[in-house]
């Protein structure tokens, strides 16, 4: 769901996380974000990303650091990558 949507602000907001425009979130016993949600999510996915949960053993503000250089750069590094869903594809999302 989009950090605008009122539940979101809800469930951050209840949680203590201000809301930032530019973090990732996942929320599932508990809210997580950045390098460490990204790395969550990569456990439901297929084929090879599952095993980039490896990067646990580094430590968070390392890993966030790399989050956030890549955040800053990811229409740069693949240009579309972070395109907007069509109309079908926001059906999936709450």
């Known amino acids: 769901m989009p950090l605008q949507d009122k539940r979101a602000q809800k469930i ?3 949680s203590g996380i201000e809301i930032k425009m530019d973090t990732l979130y996942l929320l599932e016993d508990k809210v997580y974000e950045r390098s460490t949600a990204a790395l969550k999510i990569s456990g439901y996915l ?3 990303y599952p095993a980039l949960k490896v990067f646990f053993i580094v430590p968070k503000f390392i890993r966030d650091w790399v989050y956030n250089m890549i955040a ?3 229409h740069h590094i693949k240009a579309g990558f972070c395109a907007i869903p069509t109309a079908e594809e926001q059906q999936l999302f709450l």
Do not use: F, I
Request: without cysteine; aromatic residues 0%.
């Open 12 to 14: 951050l907001g209840e």
């Open 46 to 48: 297929k084929g090879g």
């Open 72 to 74: 800053k750069r990811r």
